[in-house]
């Protein structure tokens, strides 16, 4: 686990960041109205993600709290400030560059929408946009100011404790007034897909805190996906650590993993006592419900899309059609439950490639942190098991109130990272 330099790079975390904090504030570059930008966004994330919680089928409260407005004025502000700074979108690396383009074609597939009515299109431009949106807002806002990050990070953690206990009132809600029995559900990817965040905090013992409330969470949530997608995040992030520090065997390590398994058999323990061996009759029924039916809807979208013209080939079907064109019992409700699939359909063969295009800049990235040794590698390799594993099962492009967390992650390190501070623990 590297207690250790863990430690010491949390004392060069703070000394560095109060130095520059100090240093901006003496400057005092007409930030303020930028400050006013960035809270802004963040007070907006949670109340985007408290309606979010509230409009999952727990309370049917869509139409009440109507989340596309709050999504509408969120992407406004995100705009508004990269028009102010504009001059810190020039010369940009490769990877921001080709969010850029997914950014452009997103929109383009989501034209042919109106044919389906205005307002369907319009929240669909709305949902595509606020992914890569955010990814540049936080590109933009901690290349411009780097001592943002420790301030991001925090803000990040406070998000997930503002989740948990909206997580397991809607939990309880469901499982006593709608199903009455325990459910698996979706709401927990909110607290799941902050773990990078929760790895990239320097000090030990809220990174552990975290970490366990997350896989608590994930236990409770009787989700598989989200449970496989978490072990193989941590593990490849423990892993990760090793290659970084290049000591592929110590005894922190072995006693990080060994503590690691304790927390998890008791957590474990606990849910199943709870829910009276329901978690594990899930895991144990993957075979048998052929992985809830994706089998059956991987076989309907490759059917739909092997019947699609030359023109839906190029340019797509649309956002989240799907849903529209599938034959299946209960298809309004349903997607390609697999990325892949889902934004060939949707995006066309342009918007696949740019797709693969993320992955492959991705993993450069990790392994060019991990050669140099910078603590951005593990966590920002977590963040990859993450997004493999759910896009691969479940779905992230599709649901902008999921993936956002991924791309602000990737939006922060990417800034920092051109900074070159000197945060990498040697």
């Known amino acids: 686990m590297s207690i250790t330099n863990d430690l010491k790079f949390s004392r060069k975390y703070r000394s560095i960041i109060g130095k520059k904090m100090h240093r901006s504030s003496v ?8 400050s006013l930008f960035y809270y802004a966004t963040f007070f907006l994330q949670f109340v985007y993600v408290y309606i979010k919680f509230f409009s999952h089928g727990a309370f049917e409260s869509d139409d009440l709290f109507g989340y596309g407005r709050i999504l509408a004025l969120s ?10 700074n504009s001059r810190q979108l020039r010369r940009i690396p490769s990877f921001v560059f080709l969010i850029c383009l997914w950014l452009c074609w997103v929109v383009i597939t989501c034209i042919g929408l109106f044919s389906y009515g205005a307002d369907a299109a319009i929240l669909s431009i709305l949902e595509v946009i606020y992914c890569p949106l955010l990814f540049l807002f936080f590109f933009v806002a901690l290349r411009q100011k780097p001592e943002l990050h420790r301030t991001t990070n925090i803000l990040f953690l406070l998000l997930l404790a503002f989740c948990l206990p909206l997580f397991f009132l809607v939990a309880n809600y469901q499982n006593m007034f709608l199903h009455n029995s325990f459910s698996s559900l979706n709401d927990v990817y909110f607290l799941l897909l902050l773990l990078p965040w929760v790895l990239l905090y320097p000090q030990i013992l809220w990174k552990y805190v975290g970490i366990a409330v997350i896989m608590f969470a994930v236990l409770w949530s009787m989700k598989r996906t989200a449970l496989f997608a978490l072990v193989f995040a941590l593990l490849t992030y423990f892993l990760s650590e090793r290659i970084r520090e290049r000591k592929v065997f110590d005894w922190r390590w072995m006693a990080g993993i060994c503590l690691f398994a304790v927390i998890s ?3 474990y323990s606990y849910v199943e006592v709870k829910t009276d061996g329901f978690f594990l009759s899930r895991m144990s029924s993957i075979l048998d419900d052929r992985g809830s039916g994706r089998l059956d809807i991987y076989s309907e979208v490759i059917r739909l899309q092997s019947e699609s013209d030359i023109y839906s080939w190029v340019l797509g ?20 439950h697999n990325d892949w699939l889902e934004v060939l359909f949707d995006y066309g ?17 990790i392994i ?3 050669k140099r040794r910078s603590y951005l590698g593990p966590p920002m390799a977590a963040s990859y098991a993450l997004f493999i594993v759910i896009s691969f099962s479940s779905h992230l492009v599709l649901y902008a109130s999921y993936f956002a967390y991924l791309m602000a992650f990737w939006g922060s390190l990417w800034a920092f990272h051109e900074r070159e501070i000197p945060f990498s623990v040697g």
């Not at 400057?27 to 930028?34: D, H, K, T, Y």
């Not at 992407?75 to 102010?84: K, N, S």
């Not at 063969?349 to 990235?365: D, K, N, R």
């Open 27 to 34: 400057r005092g570059n007409g930030l303020s109205l930028n």
């Open 75 to 84: 992407d406004l502000i995100i705009l508004f400030f990269l028009a102010l």
């Open 265 to 267: 058999l008791q957590l």
């Open 317 to 336: 079907h649309g956002h989240d059609t799907v849903r529209k064109f599938n034959t299946m019992e209960e298809s309004e409700y349903m997607s390609a």
């Open 349 to 365: 063969l342009p918007g696949f490639v740019l797709y693969c295009a993320i992955y492959f800049f991705l993993l450069y990235e």
């Open 368 to 370: 060019h942190l991990l």
